[in-house]
């Protein structure tokens, strides 16, 4: 077992924390791959990503609930998963697809042995590899790193924390900017104890309003300041358009007698 503990609210890296799932863990299942065409966009403009991330959560992981990486069979998945889901979409959609070291990278599940063992010292210095999702992007060629105060909804981000009376380790996670109102950003993506409310509307409680989040899964979850100087925070704006599709082949005239 690590020494240190990272989580991430809609995407969580977390060796012990009781809400968090291990990043480093290797899923019995193969990744559930997201239905061609799914990302959302307008001609000439960069792919909508959280348009793209809602039609994902009611639709290929609709009924989802928080889990370790990503389960088709028990229809689990963490945080990282989700947003590397997205990205995934989006890259295709773009004409180019992420690589395998792309997605790890997305997942902070590149680290070395070292690193890991060391992963409080990498976060404190804001190494490129705990930056998930915005170095892949980055890296890429997909996407553009903006600064928290710069954020807007749609933005990738990827934080890191103390957790109450914990000024040691860090707790990670990673979402996608729903809103931002009054200082706030409210974050969508895969979260447990954060969920507010669930995109796809089920587990519904009866009676009111609310929503069962008993066992998480993907919507709407934390709010904070994303300049909050007591967290590390990342974010990456997708910049990337449509790919142009082949125009078909024109069909050559009949030969005139």
């Known amino acids: 077992m690590l020494p240190t503990r990272f989580a991430i609210a809609a995407l969580v890296l977390s060796v012990v924390a009781p809400s968090g799932a291990n990043l480093f863990a290797q899923s019995t299942t193969q990744p559930v791959e997201p239905p061609a065409a799914e990302a959302v966009g307008e001609k000439g403009k960069p792919l909508d990503v959280l348009a793209t991330a809602k039609k994902l959560a009611t639709t290929t992981y609709a009924g989802w609930t928080y889990g370790n990486g990503e389960q088709?069979?028990?229809k689990v998945i963490d945080c990282?998963?989700?947003?590397a889901a997205v990205c995934k979409q989006l890259a295709?959609?773009?004409g180019k697809p992420l690589t395998g070291a792309q997605t790890a990278a997305i997942k902070i599940a590149n680290l070395t042995d070292k690193e890991k063992a060391g992963l409080a010292k990498l976060v404190a210095e804001g190494d490129r590899k705990i930056r998930g999702v915005v170095t892949a992007l980055v890296d890429a060629g997909l996407g553009k790193?903006?600064?928290p105060e710069d954020a807007r909804a749609g933005d990738l981000v990827q934080y890191w924390y103390h957790a109450k009376g914990d000024a040691?380790?860090?707790l990670g996670h990673?979402?996608?900017?729903?809103?931002?109102?009054k200082g706030k950003a409210t974050l969508f993506g895969s979260h447990k104890s954060t969920l507010r409310q669930r995109a796809d509307g089920k587990d519904q409680l009866e009676g009111n309003d609310k929503v069962d989040v008993s066992k998480g899964g993907i919507g709407s979850g934390p709010e904070f300041d994303l300049t909050d100087a007591s967290r590390k925070?990342?974010?990456?704006?997708?910049t990337a358009t449509a790919a142009e599709a082949s125009a078909p082949a024109k069909r050559k005239a009949p030969a005139k007698d």
């Open 72 to 74: 088709d069979g028990t």
């Open 80 to 83: 990282t998963c989700f947003i």
């Open 92 to 94: 295709r959609e773009s």
């Open 145 to 147: 790193a903006v600064e």
């Open 168 to 170: 040691k380790n860090w």
């Open 174 to 181: 990673a979402a996608i900017v729903e809103s931002i109102d």
């Open 233 to 238: 925070v990342w974010v990456v704006r997708w």
